[in-house]
């Protein structure tokens, strides 16, 4: 799972319907403190049917969710359902069940430029866009291309493609901020773990010239 996505388990119990039962979810990794991240019941309950004979079972199925960008960055964890029925035969009867996760890491180490970095002029000057040096163990990498405008909108320029650079011209940028465009790299692992990462450019206007200037 990637680390940015909401993680959702399911895991299933079966139990005497005259006993009933109840169930649980845990972590292997103690400094993980599961009720604080999980936005679905731990501990949950089968009620018994006092009227059903013991040959007769009853199933549910239990959800863990786990809300995003809660876990460990490159870590490997251990969820267990542990189920627990009560007998007067037996006393307490415990079973469980148990999946490994591993939180996939996105790219990471590497560098995002734009050149020229200063002296751009809009729709003229051919900015080249380079990522480099990008590491993860999920390969191929991708790399998608593009810019902020000054109204805050996202304009993708190159989509998601195997190489590490590309070449476009830009706007103009921010007159009221050194005429600075912010530019962007998203790297995708082949899981789509993302890293996201800016650069800014000088984008000037183009300077008209009338007649009389020329003249």
Known sequence: I???QQLQLIGSLSVPANTGGNSSWII???SIRLSSIALSPLVET???????SDSVFVSRSFYLVIAANQLPVGSTLVFTLVG????KSAGKIRTSSSISV?????PSQGLFYVSPAVGGIE?????VFIAAQ???SELPLSYQFGYTTTNNVSVVLISKVEVSFGSSKLPAGDESNEDLLQCNAIVFDSLNAVTNVIYSVEVKMQVAMNSAAMN
């Open 46 to 52: 089968i009620a018994p049917i006092s009227s059903s």
């Open 123 to 127: 729709l003229s000057t051919v900015f």
């Open 134 to 136: 990008w590491v993860d």
């Open 28 to 30: 292997d990794d103690k």
């Open 84 to 87: 627990m029925i009560s007998t």
């Open 102 to 106: 591993t939180v996939n890491a996105p």
């Open 2 to 4: 990637n680390s940015g």
